[in-house]
């Protein structure tokens, strides 16, 4: 078992969290101008980094999307920090 | 002509859990004693909840995590921007968006409030969620059984478990078969 903490709420079980998506990422725009590959890449390539990363998980039980840095070899939890208010 | 369906097949609601009758039931064991909270009032409330409060609650803070609720009122705090309140006499309120900033939502029948009370509680909640409740937390939803819920308690030996309507059939059965 692994606690992650909430922003919000503080440390709570993994359990209660999912991961969104990856930080950093940017919808192509305009909608009409962008190809289906760049489309593609948008909604389906992750990077899946081995290492540091940083992603968008949300806490399920109070609905917060908060930015989390961890790393997936080790999966120790450097930060996590809301994104009200800044830019993920 | 074909052959009629099983009973099973045409009607599926035999394969789920009978629904206890909330009106009557009780769970007595010898360290504590659950029982439904019937007749409470709630508001979902969304927004400036610092208004909100002022309105529905003056001077009483947000309840969080396994904190012990005090007043006619109960403000439980689901998240950042969220609560619900509970109280036993009928709370007035406008549904929809309030001009000092938070929306309102009817919730009475939304959710099943269970109270456990008793010495044994603090034993039987440790299995009922991972989190833990001496650590403490601004929010008060948490997974209990499993299931999202908001978990706080009225006084030191008594908590109560708000989840959704159709969820407090599952939380009962699993505190009648523990």
Not at chain 1, 29 to 50: G, Q
Not at chain 2, 94 to 101: E, I, V
């Amino acid at each position: 078992m692994q606690l992650f903490s909430c922003p919000f709420c503080g440390p709570r079980d993994e359990t209660e969290f999912l991961f969104a998506a990856e930080a950093g990422k940017v919808r192509p725009e305009p909608a009409p101008e962008v190809s289906a590959a760049d489309w593609s890449k948008y909604l389906h390539r992750v990077s899946n980094p081995r290492g540091a990363t940083r992603e968008i998980w949300v806490h399920q039980t109070c609905g917060e999307y908060f930015l989390m840095e961890r790393n997936t070899v080790s999966h120790v939890v450097a930060n996590t920090q809301p994104l009200r208010g800044g830019e993920a | 002509m074909p052959e009629p369906l099983p009973k099973t097949m045409a009607d599926r609601g035999t394969f789920w859990t009978q629904a206890p009758d909330w009106r009557s039931v009780v769970l007595q064991y010898d360290s504590w004693t659950a029982r439904p909270v019937l007749g409470l009032h709630r508001l979902l409330v969304s927004g400036n909840l610092d208004a909100a409060l002022g309105m529905f609650a003056p001077a009483v803070p947000s309840i969080g995590l396994w904190q012990v609720a005090a007043g006619s009122v109960h403000p439980i705090r689901v998240g950042r921007d969220r609560m619900l309140l509970t109280a036993a006499k009928p709370l007035v309120a406008t549904p929809g968006w309030n001009a000092s900033g938070f929306a309102v939502s009817p919730a009475t029948d939304a959710y099943v409030t269970i109270e456990i009370s008793g010495p044994g509680l603090r034993a039987l909640v440790s299995e009922m969620t991972f989190a833990d409740l001496e650590e403490g937390s601004p929010s008060a939803a948490t997974l209990v059984c499993g299931q999202q819920a908001l978990l706080h308690r009225v006084d030191e030996q008594t908590a109560r478990i708000h989840v959704e309507a159709p969820l407090g059939t599952y939380v009962w059965h699993w505190l009648e078969t523990r």
